[in-house]
């Protein structure tokens, strides 16, 4: 690991995934997609890390401001330390992420959160072809106390519930659009891979199973590099932030990319 990685790591406190998928963050620029008053919304790149360690949540903020296209960056005036971190997304996790403008804004989006009042639905690539091909996972989640950057499934671990449904499937991987009722770390990580569907590119919870593919194209385009899972669309209801709100973010192009070599239709 090159030195200034490992010099922000130690300042920050980062998790030791934080440089995952360092390659798409340097192909791939965030974009600012909803700009208001109060908040903003960015759909985030793959391969930024938006952990806060000890540093508070300015670090993250200030990656997530750099990964921008130049012109969606002009357009936030504001410093780091004036925006505020509502939530988070895995670092290999492209999709849409909010910051509020001010601590009454990022109170309140905080806690339409923690009440469950926002409404977010992923799109995710998986192995195989989940039977049925629509549920509901419902397994609790706690710390993996053999790995501390994994969760997994734990009876006495807090309730942790996640729908899918199948979109589409190819002879090796299955589109499925996924609904998580509650917000745990990895949740529709570990749902997914719990299942025996693991999440395309996700090798911390499983092995790199395109191994044993052996048409060579086909191999490489199921390695992406990090874990094809991408936070879609957002629903933010009525609140003092601002009026109800509907956010979508496209597919980013590594995720597209491999669709389109699947045959699979890109989900409208």
Same mark, same amino acid.
């Given at each position: 690991?090159?030195?200034?990685?490992?010099?922000l790591i130690g300042r920050h406190?980062?998790?030791?995934?934080?440089?995952?998928?360092?390659?798409?963050?340097?192909?791939?620029? *965030?974009?600012?997609?909803?700009?208001?008053?109060?908040?903003?919304?960015?759909?985030?790149?793959?391969?930024?890390?938006?952990?806060?360690?000890?540093? $508070?949540?300015?670090?993250?903020? %200030? +990656?997530?401001?750099?990964?921008?296209?130049?012109?969606?960056?002009?357009?936030?005036? %504001? %410093?780091?330390?004036?925006?505020?971190?509502?939530?988070?997304?895995?670092? #290999?996790?492209?999709?849409?992420?909010?910051?509020?403008?001010?601590? %009454?804004?990022?109170?309140?989006?905080?806690?339409?959160?923690?009440?469950?009042?926002?409404?977010?639905? @992923?799109?995710?690539?998986?192995?195989?072809?989940?039977?049925?091909?629509? $549920?509901?996972?419902?397994?609790?989640?706690?710390?993996?106390?053999?790995?501390?950057?994994?969760?997994?499934?734990?009876?006495?671990?807090?309730?942790? +519930? *996640?729908? @899918?449904?199948?979109?589409?499937?190819?002879?090796?991987?299955?589109?499925?659009?996924?609904?998580?009722?509650?917000?745990?770390?990895?949740?529709?990580?570990?749902?997914?891979?719990?299942?025996?569907?693991?999440?395309?590119?996700?090798?911390?919870? $499983?092995?790199?199973?395109? +191994? $044993?593919?052996?048409?060579?194209?086909?191999?490489?385009?199921?390695?992406?590099?990090?874990?094809?899972?991408?936070?879609?669309?957002?629903?933010?209801p009525d609140s003092s932030a601002?009026?109800?709100?509907?956010? +979508?973010?496209?597919?980013?192009?590594?995720?597209?990319?491999?669709?389109?070599?699947? #045959?699979?239709?890109?989900p409208d």
């Amino acid at each position: 690991m090159p030195w200034a990685e490992r010099l922000l790591i130690g300042r920050h406190g980062l998790s030791p995934d934080f440089f995952y998928c360092r390659y798409e963050r340097r192909r791939m620029p *965030s974009r600012l997609i909803f700009d208001t008053e109060r908040w903003v919304a960015i759909d985030k790149a793959p391969g930024i890390s938006l952990a806060t360690g000890h540093g $508070g949540g300015a670090p993250a903020v %200030e +990656r997530l401001l750099r990964s921008l296209a130049p012109a969606d960056r002009q357009m936030l005036w %504001e %410093e780091p330390d004036q925006l505020y971190l509502v939530h988070r997304l895995d670092v #290999g996790t492209s999709g849409i992420v909010l910051l509020a403008r001010d601590a %009454e804004a990022h109170a309140a989006l905080v806690t339409l959160f923690s009440e469950r009042a926002v409404h977010r639905i @992923y799109l995710a690539l998986v192995w195989g072809k989940p039977r049925p091909r629509e $549920g509901l996972w419902d397994q609790p989640l706690g710390p993996d106390p053999k790995d501390r950057r994994r969760m997994r499934e734990d009876p006495g671990g807090k309730p942790s +519930r *996640s729908q @899918y449904f199948t979109l589409s499937s190819s002879p090796h991987a299955s589109l499925l659009r996924l609904l998580p009722q509650t917000g745990r770390t990895h949740q529709l990580r570990v749902h997914c891979a719990s299942a025996g569907h693991l999440i395309v590119g996700d090798d911390l919870y $499983g092995g790199a199973r395109e +191994r $044993g593919i052996r048409d060579a194209a086909l191999r490489e385009i199921l390695s992406p590099g990090r874990p094809l899972l991408h936070a879609a669309e957002l629903h933010l209801p009525d609140s003092s932030a601002g009026p109800e709100t509907r956010l +979508r973010a496209p597919l980013p192009k590594d995720f597209s990319k491999v669709l389109n070599f699947l #045959g699979m239709a890109l989900p409208d």
